[in-house]
């Protein structure tokens, strides 16, 4: 399959990022967002070991992760991406995977800081996942904490629904440096769809208010893409994963955003607030120790509680 790799193939931003934008001051010009992968995107889609997804369930978004042997993510075209994984049975976003759906992916690779996202529509769950991919554009590296992982033996996993906030989650919540966001566009924006992406900072950089949490938004690429999302679709999927033990938090909840907060973490230009409505722990389902490598750059230029 032939497609045009140039700037007049990309896609504009949707009515709620262009309003993002506005609300946070900023021109972001055009997006560098194509309808198709470059080549270099479908290739490291295929170096992963782990892929991100965002999918649509009971409540709003929610925020997974799949994994298999590298590899496991292969590109036949330039608008294709097949998964030779599926969820887990007690994945809470399991049901999600179904032929039809819309999907967001994040392709991330820790150990590099490099980054690409994609989102569109399963077109077939039988034998692992097919995806026609709708849109595609990379990110930088800015935030990104790097770790290596190691396999290890996969464990029996436990699901605990949570109501609420535990101390658990709070205490995972707060010593993060890492968590990933799903999101989704008002249903009739022709641009729109699933998105799921990166949040990094300090551990800490998340405050915990009761069963609200309190996000600082950082300077990125100025696309507004997940706050966008969040003026036209308000729910969020969360996920925060203990790279200690493999277990993992997804959390679905309510956004609201303060544009133009009082001066207080260093580097922050906005705070969005999600207040949890539903959550579960997953205990040991990732199946890889990680090792610790260094904060970005841009993470140690931003502040501390």
């Known amino acids: 399959m032939s497609l045009p790799d140039s700037a007049s193939a990309f896609l504009p931003f949707h009515e709620d ?44 978004p929610i925020a997974s992760v799949l994994w298999g042997e590298t590899g496991f993510v292969s590109s036949p075209d330039p608008t294709t991406l097949r998964i030779a994984a599926r969820p887990m049975a007690d994945d809470p976003a399991a049901t999600a995977f179904a032929p039809g759906a819309e999907i967001g992916l994040l392709g991330l690779d820790l150990t590099t ?50 109501g609420r906030l535990d101390d658990a989650a709070r205490a995972l919540i707060v010593a993060s440096d890492t968590f990933f966001v799903a999101s989704r566009s008002r249903s009739h924006v022709a641009e729109g769809g699933l998105d799921m992406s990166h949040r990094g900072g300090r551990p800490g950089f998340v405050a915990v208010q009761g069963d609200t949490l309190v996000v600082p938004d950082f300077r990125g690429n100025r696309y507004f893409n997940t706050l966008g999302n969040f003026l036209g679709d308000p729910r969020a999927g969360l996920l925060f994963i203990d790279f200690a033990s493999g277990d993992l938090l997804q959390l679905q909840g309510r956004v609201s955003i303060d544009w133009h907060p009082p001066p207080g973490l260093s580097g922050v230009e906005r705070l969005w607030r999600v207040e949890v409505e539903r959550g579960w722990w997953r205990r040991c389902a990732l199946p890889f120790t990680w090792t610790f490598g260094d904060y970005a750059s841009t993470t140690l230029a931003t502040g501390v509680r």
């Open 113 to 162: 800081r490099r980054r690409n996202r994609a989102n569109g529509r399963i077109t077939s769950a039988t034998a692992g996942l097919t995806v026609r991919v709708a849109q595609s554009f990379g990110n930088c590296a800015q935030y990104i904490q790097t770790r290596t992982p190691r396999r290890r033996p996969p464990e029996p996993t436990t699901l605990e629904p949570l």
């Open 17 to 60: 990022e262009q309003a993002a934008q506005a609300f946070a001051g900023v021109r972001a010009g055009r997006a560098a967002i194509r309808p198709f992968m470059p080549d270099q995107h479908r290739a490291f889609f295929a170096l992963l070991p782990y892929l991100f997804t965002a999918t649509l369930g009971e409540g709003g």
